[in-house]
Nanobody, 124 residues
Framework: VQLQASGGGLVQAGGSLRLSCTAS????????MGWFRQAPGKEREFVAA????????DYTDSVKGRFTISRDNAKNTVYLQMNSLKPEDTAIYYC??????????????????WGQGTLVTVSS
């Protein structure tokens, strides 16, 4: 199973980016997907998750109202639209494929495959 994340970059505070993650090697539409991030010197943290059919989503409080997770099962791709970016959003963002169909607890143990990460840098 391979997850290829893209879309990171340098953006000014208040700007927007859209991350994409394309999966191969498993039936994408059978599994929930998630986005995590890891800032320098910090642990990897949950950002957002979406159920197998997109019917259910979950967000960490700090991104609610600013980030939107979505998926296109026909393209085996999950997206993270990030608006109103803040310097504290600076991190490497990782997509992950869940072990389950539905959105569950936010721990990394829920996920069994990970992408390589894409760097998002928000300047003040």
């Amino acid at each position: 199973v391979q997850l290829q994340a893209s879309g990171g970059g340098l953006v000014q505070a208040g700007g927007s980016l859209r991350l994409s993650c394309t999966a191969s090697g498993r039936t994408f539409s059978r599994y929930a997907m998630g986005w995590f991030r890891q800032a320098p010197g910090k642990e990897r943290e949950f950002v957002a998750a979406i159920s197998w059919n997109g019917g259910s989503t979950d967000y960490t409080d700090s991104v609610k109202g600013r980030f939107t997770i979505s998926r296109d099962n026909a393209k085996n791709t999950v997206y993270l639209q990030m608006n109103s970016l803040k310097p504290e959003d600076t991190a490497i963002y990782y997509c992950a494929s869940s072990k389950f169909m539905v959105v569950g607890p936010r721990g990394t143990y829920q996920y069994d495959y990970w992408g390589q990460g894409t760097l998002v840098t928000v300047s003040s």
